[in-house]
């Protein structure tokens, strides 16, 4: 989770962002097929959305 919110907050990542025409604020969330035993947890002390094939297990913060 800690690789989303850095990359997220890389100012040449924002700004390509940006560039795309993308709304902000700009929401760090990951998606994955398989989610391990510890997972959700740890997306939600990072603040990161967390999605399966299932749905949304972890909503995202919006906090900066």
């Known amino acids: 989770m800690d690789q989303v ?6 100012p040449a990542f924002v700004a390509a962002v940006r560039r795309e025409g993308f709304p902000e604020p700009i929401v760090p ?5 398989v989610i391990y035993s510890g997972a959700e947890e740890a997306a939600r002390q990072a603040g990161v959305g967390l999605f399966s094939p299932h749905g949304e297990l972890v909503a995202p913060s919006l906090q900066p």
């Open 5 to 10: 919110l850095a990359k997220a907050r890389q």
């Open 29 to 33: 969330v990951v998606f994955g097929l």
